[in-house]
């Protein structure tokens, strides 16, 4: 019961500070500018003034995928652990939390209903990116194979929801939010480096981003590994969050 | 056993000792003073007791239930008010009482009629769709009053609930807090001794972490009294000063006006043992006495005592 009152907070929290506006803006026009960057590169070339001596390929809805899945990988991480490093954190700092924590809410329910609000705005952001890149491809470069879209797309919020999973165990582990979104890109970075080692690459959460990599390819690509460590590791932080803020004194 | 019951309590942050065994028990229906002076640990023992921190040592229960770090299970028989509440600034007054009453899982229709009700208590039925964060401190304070008050609580524990109001908006909550004493026991810090003074009816007085001092006010006075009488004749003569001077327990006398009438100040050894002897003394000599009194000291005068007291010891 006390989730869904918390998880209404955190809604109406995100709505009137603005988060899911920017988190939308930010994922939609990184959607729709993907598409338009490719087609006018060229004009833009040109209309530079600059004669620059370089043959561009022809660039297509394969390079603009792939252009997406990019900035996804990296702006999108970037981007949730903005968003959510201070969700706990801050609420400790100024001692909002002490105010909730003090009414019979168990820490469970409080770092649950944020993964749920964080979540669905992640979510929703990146369904109208990806709504606005699908149109705007289809239109500007060529057909895009729906299913595969779909795919590379369900892999994303995947991994952007470990994403997010890991910062909020961070946010909860200390006071600060600088702090905690340090420790946060330091960890994922550090993640996504491993998956350059040979025999570790399928086994690391950010070897989904290399796997909606390899469908634009046309490979099948098989990192169920990846997906099942990816999801167990959600679960983990999740409950580390909640022992953390169980056993801190807010 | 009490509705508020420490035993033993420590709590330690690296090698300093913020609360030093404390050992209290506060029967139901008390409204009680939680004195001293800053770090003194009165915040320290508060947030032990509302399960925000956890006692490195000893145990604590109120109604009956064990404190422990996070218990949802305590929460609910109490009210909190830290001493600086911070709220979320894009709700309303409204808002955050309701997001209140919610989380103590209050039945939606008891919720609408009790967040009308405790706005108004607190004056601010006015501001109550107006968003927190263009809130006053003193807007704020009250606010915090009303959500400890939400799930009408067993036990109010408040911490300097005065202390950003006005002396208008002090006296307000004073008396909103004597009304709730009919069924809340209240365990209220204060930096405001003549507010303690007021309408507390107990008070502990912690310094350095230990306590002090656990008493009723009055026992309180009556036990840190200065051996000084004061005392009316009709009307003050020579003779009058001159016997009085005579009684042996009397160490000093002296004159003094109240307004147009003139008064005796009188110093004895003992307050208990002299008043008697001193009495006594009055009535063999024929005197038309008008007024007799102990001066009593007022419960800044104590603090400062017991307090003064423990530094000249240190």
């Known amino acids: ?250 | 056993m009490g509705i508020i019951v420490c035993q033993g309590l420590s709590k330690k942050y690296g090698k300093i000792l913020a609360l030093d065994d404390l050992t209290l028990e506060i029967e139901k229906g008390t409204l009680f003073g939680f004195l001293g002076p800053n770090g003194a640990g009165k915040i320290t023992a508060l947030r032990i007791m509302v399960g925000l921190s956890q006692a490195t040592s000893g145990k604590a229960w109120i109604c009956g239930e064990e404190v422990k770090l996070n218990s949802s299970r305590l929460q609910k028989h109490i009210g909190y008010l830290p001493e600086e509440p911070s709220f979320y600034p894009w709700m309303t007054g409204k808002e955050f009482l309701k997001f209140t009453g919610e989380l103590f899982q209050i039945p939606l229709p008891e919720i609408k009629h009790r967040v009308d009700e405790l706005l108004e208590l607190v004056g601010l039925t006015d501001v109550g769709k107006r968003r927190i964060g263009s809130y006053s401190r003193g807007m704020k304070q009250r606010l915090g009053i009303a959500q400890a008050l939400m799930n009408q609580p067993e036990v109010l524990l408040l911490d300097e609930p005065c202390s950003a109001l006005d002396p208008v908006g002090r006296l307000e909550v004073l008396e909103t807090l004597l009304k709730l004493k009919e069924h809340t026991t209240i365990f209220m810090s204060s930096h405001i001794l003549s507010d303690i003074e007021r309408i507390c009816d107990e008070v502990a007085i912690l310094n350095k972490g230990r306590l002090i001092v656990k008493s009723h006010i009055e026992e309180l006075r009556q036990r840190y009294a200065r051996p000084i009488f004061e005392l009316e004749f009709d009307p003050i003569d020579g003779s009058i000063r001159n016997i009085i001077r005579k009684i042996p327990c009397v160490k000093q006398v002296f004159e003094l006006k109240r307004g147009d009438i003139p008064v005796l100040r009188v110093q004895v050894e003992n307050p208990v043992l002299d008043r008697r002897a001193l009495l006594e003394a009055i009535v063999a000599g024929n005197m038309h006495l008008r007024r007799f009194e102990m001066l009593l000291p007022n419960l800044e005068e104590v603090f400062v005592s017991i307090v003064g007291n423990q530094k000249e010891k240190s």
């Open chain 1, 1 to 250: 019961m006390q989730y869904y009152v918390l998880l209404r907070k955190e809604i109406k929290e995100n709505i009137r500070t603005y988060k899911f506006l920017i988190m939308v803006a930010i994922l939609l026009v990184f959607g729709i500018g993907t598409p338009l960057m490719i087609k006018f590169l060229p004009e833009i070339l040109k209309l530079s003034g600059e004669q620059i001596p370089l043959t561009l390929p022809v660039l297509g809805a394969t390079d603009a995928l792939q252009s997406y899945i990019s900035n996804l990988s990296q702006v999108g991480l970037l981007l949730v652990v903005l968003i959510s490093m201070g969700a706990v954190a801050q609420e400790r700092e100024r001692r909002t939390a002490v105010m909730v924590l003090s009414k019979s809410a168990g820490p469970g329910a409080f770092i649950l209903a944020k993964m749920t609000a964080i979540g669905t705005m992640i979510i929703a952001g990146l369904l109208l990116g990806a709504i606005g890149f699908y149109f705007y491809t289809t239109i500007l470069l060529g057909p895009v194979d729906l299913l595969k879209f779909t795919i590379i797309n369900l892999l994303s919020a995947y991994y952007l929801l470990f994403c997010l999973s890991i910062t909020l165990m961070f946010s909860s582990l200390v006071k600060s939010q600088l702090a905690a979104g340090g420790l946060s890109l330091v960890t994922l970075i550090g993640l996504a480096a491993i998956s350059n080692i040979p025999f570790m690459s399928e086994f690391v959460p950010s070897a989904l981003m290399g796997w909606a990599t390899s469908f634009i390819n046309g490979g099948n690509g098989d990192s169920v590994p990846a997906m099942m460590i990816c999801g167990v590791l959600i679960i983990l932080s999740l409950l580390a969050g909640w022992q953390i803020l169980r056993r801190t004194e807010i």
